[in-house]
């Protein structure tokens, strides 16, 4: 099975600060790495795709980038909403696998 | 737009089954793999099955292989999942998901349904 390792586990920022998290695949995974949000109590929500593709809907200022065996998404400019907790997880091989989680709380 | 409704968690004893149920609208069920992901209480998330479109293909979680069966009703627009022989250690939310197999990101996610498994 894929490894997926995220870090930090979790960080602390302000509204307007621009945030990244790293992905480390335990071999290749080309580039089918996924990102996704978790507000407390909710599903998953899809944010990027296949390490860089922003899926429809959401905001510009995330973004990813990556290939191989590291992966970061990142936030140009942290909004309140945002406050979240952020997974990887890899469509390359099955079993499909899930980072870790990092958890972005306010500072 | 696309909504995914799943149904049937609730508490069960350990060794006792439990179907859970996914009602799907607002795309073609039958063109996409559809896939049931958990979450135990304060963890991460955990690929649990899928299945094709046809249901053609299924494939488990070496955790649940054995035990579970996925399957799925196109006429329907709905997915199952079929618990046996439940152990605390199947304790989660479980999500239903388009999709989720190589190549293909989980798009969309239903709400959930908690399953408590205990005495």
């Known amino acids: 099975d894929i490894q997926m390792t995220q870090s930090p586990s979790s960080l602390s920022a302000s509204v307007g600060d621009r945030v990244t998290i790293t992905c480390r695949a335990s071999?290749?995974?080309?580039?089918?790495l996924n990102w996704y949000q978790q507000k407390p109590g909710k599903a998953p929500k899809l944010l990027i795709y296949?390490?860089?593709n922003l899926q429809s809907g959401v905001p510009s200022r995330f973004s990813g980038s990556g290939s191989g065996t590291d992966f970061t998404l990142t936030i140009s400019s942290l909004q309140p909403e945002d406050f979240a907790t952020f997974y990887c997880?890899?469509?390359?091989?099955?079993?499909?696998?899930f980072g870790g989680g990092t958890k972005v709380e306010f500072k | 737009q696309v909504q995914l409704v799943e149904s049937g968690g609730g508490l069960v004893k350990p060794g006792g089954s439990l179907r859970l149920s996914c009602a799907a609208s607002?795309?073609?069920?039958?063109?996409?793999?559809m896939s049931w992901v958990r979450q135990a209480p304060g963890k991460g998330l955990e690929w649990v099955s899928y299945?094709?479109?046809?249901?053609?293909?299924?494939n488990y979680a070496d955790s649940v292989k054995g035990r579970f069966t996925i399957s799925r009703d196109n006429a329907e627009n709905s997915l199952y999942l079929q618990m046996n022989s439940l152990t605390a250690e199947d304790t989660a939310v479980y999500y239903c998901?388009?999709?989720?197999?190589?190549?293909?990101?989980?798009?969309?996610w239903g709400q959930g349904t908690l399953v408590t498994v205990s005495s």
């Open positions: 998901a388009t999709e989720g197999v190589t190549s293909r990101p989980y798009r969309f």
């Open positions: 607002g795309f073609t069920f039958s063109d996409y793999y």
């Open positions: 299945i094709s479109g046809l249901s053609t293909y299924t």
């Open positions: 071999q290749s995974i080309s580039t089918y």
């Open positions: 296949t390490a860089s």
């Open positions: 997880q890899q469509s390359y091989s099955t079993p499909l696998t």
